[in-house]
């Protein structure tokens, strides 16, 4: 009798395999630097990711990822409102804010009232899954040290929404706990944020920001980082209207092209054209 042990060890993860590869989505980042990004501390790749400087590639895996994330922010709406608790503009009616003419923008998981030991004080919602180990970490630290780029985003959002308060709720992937933390709103920080965020977006030369830590690829936040190849190893960016020299930012969160003066659609960025010219900054170091 043939022993088909070995087959299915040397099987076992194929079909696992085929699924995260089909399930595997490329394309270029939003057309606008999200609020939600803006407290990461690498100016550079805030910078990569507005120009569209490479593809975001997602495998099936991490899609669904977003769909339990989405799934918990369901849950967590619900056991909320279990409590007495109010909620508003959550799901598929969230708020939206822009700043930087419509460049930058964010949207909100939604609001409360009714929120425990603050009834009275209308609350913005956050929501967010996390693993076992960044669950501990968030628990023990607190948002601001162990999640700083989501304490970022919600005052952006409280600084719009006009909210003085925030609730910071966690779920924890492994063992189902929930993690609350009210957050007050500071409109320095929210305010500093939107400077950042302006100077990202009218930057035409990459090289105005310096790269992390020692400026090595070896750096531990750039190894894992999208952008590494264009950022240390002259690597051409994406060909994108985007990434050319002619190419202006314009109000209404729109680009034009310096050349023909026409308003360029989403369509016309991914395409670039003849008269394409890479930006300042993107030539070999």
């Given at each position: 009798?043939v022993?088909?042990?070995?087959?299915?060890?040397?099987?076992?993860?194929?079909?696992?395999?085929l699924?995260?590869?089909?399930?595997?989505?490329?394309?270029?980042?939003?057309?606008?630097?999200?609020?939600?990004?803006?407290?990461?501390?690498?100016?550079?790749?805030?910078?990569?990711?507005?120009?569209?400087?490479a593809?975001?590639?997602?495998?099936?895996?991490?899609?669904?990822?977003?769909?339990?994330?989405?799934?918990?922010?369901?849950?967590?709406?619900?056991?909320?409102?279990?409590i007495?608790?109010?909620?508003?503009?959550?799901?598929?009616?969230?708020?939206?804010f822009?700043?930087?003419?419509?460049?930058?923008?964010?949207?909100?998981?939604?609001?409360?009232?009714?929120?425990?030991?603050?009834?009275k004080?209308?609350?913005?919602?956050?929501?967010?899954?996390?693993?076992?180990?960044?669950?501990?970490?968030?628990?023990?630290?607190g948002?601001?040290?162990?999640?700083?780029?989501?304490?970022?985003?919600?005052?952006?959002?409280?600084?719009?929404?006009?909210?003085?308060?925030?609730?910071?709720?966690?779920?924890?992937?492994?063992?189902s706990?929930?993690?609350?933390?009210?957050?007050?709103?500071d409109?320095?920080?929210?305010?500093?944020?939107i400077?950042?965020?302006?100077?990202?977006?009218?930057?035409?030369?990459?090289?105005?920001?310096?790269?992390?830590?020692?400026?090595?690829?070896?750096?531990?936040?750039?190894?894992?980082?999208?952008?590494?190849?264009?950022?240390?190893?002259?690597?051409?960016?994406?060909?994108?209207?985007?990434?050319?020299?002619?190419?202006?930012?314009?109000?209404?969160?729109?680009?034009?092209?310096g050349?023909?003066?026409?308003?360029l659609?989403?369509?016309?960025?991914?395409?670039?054209?003849?008269?394409?010219?890479?930006?300042?900054?993107?030539?070999?170091q």
């Amino acid at each position: 009798m043939v022993d088909a042990t070995m087959f299915f060890k040397d099987q076992k993860n194929k079909i696992p395999d085929l699924i995260d590869k089909k399930n595997t989505t490329e394309s270029l980042p939003r057309p606008y630097l999200g609020m939600s990004q803006l407290g990461d501390e690498c100016y550079r790749k805030l910078f990569y990711y507005f120009r569209w400087c490479a593809k975001d590639k997602i495998d099936g895996r991490v899609n669904r990822i977003f769909q339990v994330g989405h799934k918990a922010e369901i849950d967590m709406i619900a056991a909320l409102e279990s409590i007495g608790v109010k909620t508003w503009d959550t799901l598929d009616a969230q708020a939206g804010f822009s700043a930087v003419q419509n460049h930058c923008r964010g949207h909100s998981d939604g609001m409360a009232l009714g929120i425990p030991g603050a009834e009275k004080t209308t609350h913005l919602l956050e929501f967010k899954t996390s693993s076992d180990k960044y669950f501990k970490d968030v628990v023990r630290n607190g948002i601001v040290k162990s999640k700083p780029i989501h304490h970022s985003q919600m005052q952006l959002y409280m600084h719009f929404s006009g909210a003085k308060r925030g609730l910071y709720m966690v779920y924890n992937k492994n063992d189902s706990s929930y993690y609350c933390e009210r957050v007050d709103a500071d409109s320095n920080i929210a305010e500093d944020l939107i400077r950042k965020a302006e100077d990202i977006i009218t930057c035409e030369n990459v090289n105005e920001f310096p790269k992390l830590g020692n400026g090595s690829p070896s750096f531990f936040k750039c190894r894992f980082c999208n952008y590494s190849d264009v950022c240390h190893f002259n690597v051409k960016p994406v060909k994108t209207c985007r990434t050319c020299v002619s190419a202006d930012i314009v109000d209404d969160g729109k680009w034009e092209c310096g050349i023909t003066k026409k308003e360029l659609s989403i369509e016309d960025q991914v395409k670039a054209c003849e008269n394409y010219g890479i930006l300042e900054g993107f030539e070999p170091q």
